[in-house]
Nanobody, 123 residues
């Protein structure tokens, strides 16, 4: 089973960009579909984006479509969430997650979670 460590969060002004990284341990990373979820204060954790094991397919929440890009490098055991045109409503703790086989937008489908990284977008 992989272990996940997120990085790249921080404070950015509205309209700015950030790239989150999720590094995975273990030799079976390429067998995991990967997802990103976020949780704002007082709200439920919600789906942001997911990517297939090979990286050939990506899925996005409507709220981030066209602004966020998810990619992966299986040789480096890492996924990247490029976030552009950030808005104050993107402020949340962002979590990376892994599951075997196909990608999903349901948090309950994911087996492994990182510790989260804070993203704060100021207006």
């Amino acid at each position: 089973q992989v272990q996940l460590v997120e990085s790249g969060g921080g404070l950015v002004q509205a309209g700015g960009s950030l790239t989150l990284s999720c590094a995975a341990s273990g030799r079976t990373f390429s067998s995991y579909a990967m997802g990103w979820f976020r949780q704002a204060p007082g709200k439920d954790r919600v789906f942001v984006a997911a990517i297939s094991t090979s990286g050939s397919s990506t899925y996005y929440a409507n709220s981030v479509k066209g602004r966020f890009t998810l990619s992966r490098d299986n040789a480096k055991n890492t996924v990247y969430l490029q976030m552009n045109s950030l808005k104050p409503e993107d402020t949340a703790v962002y979590y990376c997650a892994a599951k075997h086989l196909s990608a999903s937008d349901q948090s309950s489908d994911y087996d492994v979670w990182g510790q989260g990284t804070q993203v704060t977008v100021s207006s």
